[in-house]
């Protein structure tokens, strides 16, 4: 089975970013810039102190004030732009083309950056440099300053390279995963129990041809959309989109914890509801999806070369894609697994008709299923 460290790291780390995703997305940058703020430093300082000590110098370098600086810069520049850029991605950057936000990105965090660099000029670093010495780095005079705001802007462009490509690898693949990725533990196959579901568009062929491909391609965005703005809720990992359907994972314990599997998927019809004017009004039609869902042992691999992804194999994820397939021939929304139903926590808002013995395509044994409805008032 799995490695119980890697789900409970994977698991925590989930929960803390979905639930709060603007304290996730500000303390990542605030902790990256700080260390990368002061390591900067110290390999300044350590430099330095090679340099004057092969010349035979005997300057009093002190590390306090560059470091009072670096973690001032630190703090404040990843805390502003990590609350900028969460912001701008949530109302302004998502339908833009990348040169421009790329563009504004720059600006701002010129911007932000040349006004902390004075800020830490004027009110911090000579004060920080009286407090422990009256000699540092640089003399008091500070004519060093420019080469040292030369040194911070360069810096900080390549740390933002860096920094850009670590959250782009863990939007890629969700909260939790890039350091297990990183130290390896998805190079060799290792199984997990977990739910997957695949959420499927109904009457997709019909509602293409009407729509025409662009303005089709346009409404399953949109669906995709306000899916994902229910995935946070309910701690859901979206595996796939293929074509108009989307595959949804959950680690078992979660998934089961408070029926959160079969709320997931009303919530998402409730969500579809509140926004049917929005779809009638844009599209004339309005989106409904069904579902299927199965709990199972699984094996997840990094995969590829050119292009690396982590994927899943096993039996679980074709009963449940063969578990949605039934929901047009017994007219249902939902249909799960008797595995899923042995686990879940029931509750009182579900009814769970019996839909007997399943013979499911690519499977020799058959498989009991049923059809979940959500209690009307």
């Known amino acids: 089975m799995a490695n119980k460290n890697y789900l409970s790291y994977t698991s925590w780390a989930r929960k803390v970013a979905l639930k709060y995703p603007f304290f996730t997305s500000v303390s990542i940058q605030m902790n990256f810039w700080t260390i990368g703020y002061i390591l900067m430093f110290l390999i300044v300082f350590l430099g330095l102190n090679g340099i004057t000590k092969n010349m035979g110098l005997e300057l009093p370098l002190h590390f306090g004030p560059p470091l009072i600086m670096a973690v001032f810069l630190g703090l404040n ?8 850029y969460y912001l701008l991605d949530k109302r302004f950057f998502r339908n833009k083309p990348l040169w421009l936000v790329i563009f504004l990105q720059a600006l701002i965090s010129m911007v932000v950056l040349l006004t902390l ?17 009256k000699t540092n780095l640089f003399d008091e005079s500070l004519e060093g300053w420019p080469y040292l705001v030369s040194l911070i802007l360069l810096y900080t462009f390549m740390m933002t390279l860096l920094i850009s490509f670590i959250n782009q690898m863990n939007r890629k693949f969700g909260p939790g995963i890039l350091i297990p990725m990183l130290i390896g533990r998805f190079r060799n196959p290792r199984e997990e129990e977990r739910v997957f579901m695949f959420l499927d568009l109904n009457n997709s062929t019909a509602l293409a041809e009407k729509l025409g491909h662009v303005q089709y391609s346009s409404f399953v965005r949109d669906c995709f959309q306000e899916i994902n703005n229910v995935v946070q809720k309910f701690l859901a990992e979206i595996y796939q989109y293929v074509g108009d ?8 314990n979660e998934a089961i914890e408070n029926s959160r599997v079969l709320d997931f998927y009303f919530s998402c019809q409730e969500r579809f509801e509140n926004k049917k004017e929005y779809f009638l ?10 579902a299927g869902a199965h709990l199972g042992v699984v094996t997840v691999v990094e995969v590829g070369d050119i292009k690396r992804d982590l994927a ?7 009963v449940a894609a063969r578990l949605e397939k039934l929901c047009k021939t017994h007219n249902s929304d939902l249909i799960i697994s008797n595995s899923v139903l042995d686990k879940i926590d029931h509750n009182q808002n579900y009814t769970f008709l019996d839909l007997g013995l399943q013979n499911l395509k690519g499977r020799k044994s058959a498989l009991k299923a049923y059809s979940v409805k959500i209690k009307l008032d």
């Open 77 to 84: 520049y990843g805390f502003i732009i990590g609350t900028v």
């Open 117 to 133: 660099v004075f800020i830490t000029r004027t009110y911090i670093f000579e004060r920080a440099v009286g407090f422990f010495s």
């Open 245 to 252: 359907e989307i595959v949804l994972t959950w680690n078992t």
């Open 281 to 290: 009004t844009k599209y004339s039609e309005y989106p409904e999806f069904k």
């Open 312 to 318: 899943y194999h096993g039996d679980t994820l074709n």
